[in-house]
T-cell receptor, first 112, second 115 residues
Framework: KAGVTQTPRYLIKTRGQQVTLSCSPISGHRSVSWYQQTPGQGLQFLFEYFSETQRNKGNFPGRFSGRQFSNSRSEMNVSTLELGDSALYLC???????????FGPGTRLTVL | GDSVTQMEGPVTLSEEAFLTINCTYTATGYPSLFWYVQYPGEGLQLLLKATKADDKGSNKGFEATYRKETTSFHLEKGSVQVSDSAVYFCALSEYSGGGADGLTFGKGTHLIIQP
C-alpha cells in the first residue's frame, strides 16, 4: 500500500503571498490531519478533516484553512504569509477504525 | 487541556547502552499513547503505541508501558545502535470514535548514539 504523499516537498514564498499544500492519504483512509512543525513551537495540530468536513481544529489564525475532496485528498492553504509561517507542514491519515496516524514526508515551506 | 512532557536532550549515549526517555502526560479522558520517531529530513514514523492502562507497546527492541497511576509512558531500549539516532516524540490522542482527534506532542528528544 502506498504511504501518505505530500506535494510539493519544498516551497519558497515571500511575505504576503499565499500557498496551497496537497496531501494524498493512504488508500482507504478517510481522515486527514495537518500539523505544523517549527523549532520553537514543536509539532502543533492545525486541523483534521473527515468525509470532507472539518471535525477538529487547533489554535491557529484564520489565515490557515483547509479542505478535503471526495477522494479524501486534502489541501491546506495559508494566506498572507508571514515569516513565522516558515515550517515543516506534515499531513497524516488514519482509518475509521483506528486513531493511529500515518505521516507523510512533509512540505518544507520557507517564507522570505 | 492535554499536554505531554518529555526530556528534550540532546541525549548522547554509547552504542549498546540502555536507553530511557521519560514521558509524562496530562489528559482529561483516557487517551491512547504513542511514540513517534523522526529521522533527519523525514516525516514521523510510528514506533509503538498503547491504547489502555498497563498495555505495553513494543517494536524494533523499543518498549513503553502505559502507566495510568503515574501518567507516564517512558520509552526504553536495552541496547541502542548508531542507527537509532533520531528525534523521538511522545504523543497522546483522545479517541472520539470514527477517526483520530489531533495528536498532542511533546517537544521531542534528540537522541545521539556514538559508536
Amino acid at each position: 500500500k502506498a504511504g501518505v504523499t505530500q506535494t510539493p516537498r519544498y516551497l519558497i514564498k515571500t511575505r504576503g503571498q499565499q500557498v496551497t499544500l496537497s496531501c494524498s492519504p493512504i488508500s482507504g483512509h478517510r481522515s486527514v490531519s495537518w500539523y505544523q512543525q517549527t523549532p520553537g513551537q514543536g509539532l502543533q495540530f492545525l486541523f483534521e478533516y473527515f468525509s470532507e468536513t472539518q471535525r477538529n481544529k487547533g489554535n491557529f489564525p484564520g489565515r490557515f484553512s483547509g479542505r478535503q475532496f471526495s477522494n479524501s485528498r486534502s489541501e491546506m492553504n495559508v494566506s498572507t504569509l508571514e515569516l513565522g509561517d516558515s515550517a515543516l507542514y506534515l499531513c497524516a491519515s488514519s482509518s475509521l477504525q483506528s486513531n493511529e496516524q500515518f505521516f507523510g514526508p512533509g512540505t518544507r515551506l520557507t517564507v522570505l | 487541556g492535554d499536554s505531554v512532557t518529555q526530556m528534550e536532550g540532546p541525549v548522547t549515549l554509547s552504542e549498546e547502552a540502555f536507553l530511557t526517555i521519560n514521558c509524562t502526560y496530562t489528559a482529561t479522558g483516557y487517551p491512547s499513547l504513542f511514540w513517534y520517531v523522526q529521522y533527519p529530513g523525514e516525516g514521523l514514523q510510528l514506533l509503538l503505541k498503547a491504547t489502555k492502562a498497563d498495555d505495553k507497546g513494543s517494536n524494533k527492541g523499543f518498549e513503553a508501558t502505559y502507566r495510568k497511576e503515574t501518567t507516564s509512558f517512558h520509552l526504553e531500549k536495552g541496547s541502542v545502535q548508531v542507527s537509532d539516532s533520531a528525534v523521538y516524540f511522545c504523543a497522546l490522542s483522545e479517541y472520539s470514535g470514527g477517526g483520530a482527534d489531533g495528536l498532542t506532542f511533546g517537544k521531542g528528544t534528540h537522541l545521539i548514539i556514538q559508536p
